[in-house]
């Protein structure tokens, strides 16, 4: 069935990298756009980044422009989400989730396949 | 503070029916018919409920059901059931320099 398996949370301290791993299986992931979506304690979604099926095209939010880099690997259906410089209100649960609509480089039409997160604690 | 604002909070009986906004700018909402809703129950990921403003993806039940007027977006939920409490977010396409920006969510409480 169509998955995607979040991996590579965990604690680090402010100022550090980390970098969080989406699995995917089930579909022909170098079809589909990816994004990563965060949920800090208690809070709301917030979308942080997409790239393009080809990895063309990547879009960030403001929040982690600069310090977050998405990219990934289709020989190994899998997305990654560098984090650098973190702070600790990048503190969250993060999803990783699938394009709704194959080929898509430019819209955002909606994520249909979301995987069960990965929790970031920045914390000293 | 979200770029897409929904009140908090909504409630409704069994078998009623309940409307959610979501209000937006022309930059997103009101630019685009790229707006989606997702439902998202405790401790779950969230769940995709509609599509460019009224698709249903498969396999959601046709009481749910999207709409959109100028900046503001609206998901109706009919015929409540007990499984329909829950938080639900709208999402918008915001141009190529926000490119998706969400609404803060709105807990749906069914009494």
């Given at each position: 069935?169509?998955?995607?398996?979040?991996?590579?949370?965990?604690?680090?301290?402010?100022?550090?990298?980390?970098?969080?791993?989406?699995?995917?299986?089930?579909?022909?992931?170098?079809?589909y756009g990816m994004h990563w979506v965060r949920q800090a304690p208690v809070k709301g979604l917030e979308w942080v980044a997409v790239i393009s099926f080809d990895g063309s095209n990547k879009y960030y939010a403001d929040s982690v422009k600069g310090r977050f880099t998405i990219s990934r690997d289709n020989s190994k259906n899998t997305l990654y989400l560098q984090m650098n410089s973190l702070r600790p209100e990048d503190t969250a649960v993060y999803y990783c989730a699938k394009d709704l609509i194959p080929w898509n480089s430019y819209y955002y039409y909606g994520m249909d396949v979301w995987?069960?997160?990965?929790?970031?604690?920045?914390?000293? | 503070q979200s770029a897409l604002t929904q009140p908090p909070s909504a409630s409704g009986s069994p078998g009623q029916s309940v409307t959610i906004s979501c209000t937006g700018t022309s930059s997103d909402v009101g630019g685009y018919n790229y707006v989606?809703?997702?439902?998202?129950?405790?401790?779950?990921?969230?769940?995709?409920?509609?599509?460019e403003v009224s698709k249903r993806p498969s396999g959601v039940p046709d009481r749910f059901s999207g709409s959109k007027s100028g900046n503001t977006a609206s998901l109706t939920v009919s015929g409540l059931q007990t499984e329909d409490e829950a938080d639900y977010y709208c999402s918008s396409y915001a141009g190529s320099n926000n490119f998706v920006v969400f609404g803060g969510g709105t807990k749906l409480t069914v009494l």
């Open positions: 069935q169509v998955q995607l398996v979040e991996s590579g949370g965990g604690v680090v301290q402010p100022g550090r990298s980390l970098r969080v791993s989406c699995a995917a299986s089930g579909f022909t992931f170098s079809t995987g069960q997160g990965t929790t970031v604690t920045v914390s000293s | 989606s809703w997702y439902q998202q129950h405790p401790g779950k990921a969230p769940k995709l409920m509609i599509y």
